[in-house]
């Protein structure tokens, strides 16, 4: 599980966008013990400035009556980066 590399490369997003919504995602969904609301608050603290993570953000944080899906444990973000790597 993580961000849609090819995706955003396709549409046009700037290297820096990458690596901003790359590190946020780390931020929510990588290893931690914090709650979740507690990621999303550091993650908006970290990103503050990032209008594409802003926009990901404001998206988690509507409410909805489907929600948003979590990974049942930490992600092994190592993983990820080996393969997107290559």
Not at 58 to 79: H, N, Q, Y
Request: no cysteine.
């Amino acid at each position: 599980m993580g961000i849609n590399l090819i995706g955003m490369k396709r549409r046009g997003f700037a290297r820096p966008q990458i690596h901003a919504m790359r590190a946020a995602f780390r931020t929510l969904f990588g290893l931690g013990d914090q709650v979740f609301a507690e990621r999303l608050k550091v993650a908006e603290a970290q990103h503050a400035g990032d209008a594409t993570v802003a926009e990901v953000l404001d998206f988690i944080r509507a409410s909805s009556r489907r929600g948003l899906v979590k990974p049942t444990r930490d992600l092994d973000l190592a993983e990820e980066d080996q393969e997107t790597a290559e």
